[in-house]
């Protein structure tokens, strides 16, 4: 009766592997990420969205993980309130707006993605992670990551995504 759902332990494994790979210390030293709270953010909720999308592709079964995944996700940031101290009378209204963010960076994210647009994908990464009118070579290097990960994601069979996602690496593109 009180066990957790299967569908619940994956997605809280495959959230665990997407924070590990935003983690990676290029997107911080190489892409020029600044390591803020706020940016490491913005990379969780890239690389999110990308398995989003993956799973997505799947059908049914897929959407329920996806699903899964950003539930895990929003759980995991109103967590990440209350360790910040957060009290539970202010946790609604900062989760509101956190959704409110994570919900628009993901629109636009996955819009960019989709639209095979690496320079609007680049505008938005810069906009939202270093804070700059004018995309960096690093948001640049960023942007084409995420469409080499979308790209070794769709390749792998979906029980490899859901077991353990094969990222590629974080590089910029003169590297």
């Not at 494994?13 to 709270?37: C, M, N, S, T």
């Not at 109103?78 to 629109?107: C, F, H, I, P, Q």
């Not at 639209?115 to 995309?135: G, H, K, S």
Request: glycine share 6%; aromatic share 8%.
């Amino acid at each position: 009766m009180f066990k957790s759902r299967p569908s619940k332990k994956a997605s809280e494994a495959l959230y665990a592997q997407a924070v590990a790979q935003a983690r990676h210390p290029a997107f911080y030293l190489e892409l020029g990420a600044p390591d803020r709270i706020d940016s490491r953010f913005e990379l969780y909720t890239l690389h999110v969205m990308l398995l989003i999308l993956r799973l997505r592709d799947e059908g049914p079964v897929g959407a329920d993980a996806a699903q899964d995944l950003f539930d895990t996700y929003a759980s995991a940031l109103d967590n990440t309130l209350r360790e910040l101290g957060v009290g539970d009378v202010s946790v609604g209204k900062k989760m509101r707006k956190l959704g409110e963010a994570l919900y628009g960076r993901m629109l636009a994210y996955e819009k960019a993605v989709r639209a095979d647009d690496a320079d609007a994908l680049a505008q938005a990464l810069t906009r939202n992670i270093v804070e700059a009118e004018a995309p960096t070579p690093g948001m640049h290097a960023l942007a084409d990551y995420a469409f080499r990960t979308r790209q070794a994601l769709a390749e792998q069979p979906f029980d490899g995504v859901m077991s353990a996602p094969a990222w590629p690496e974080p590089i910029l593109a003169s590297a």
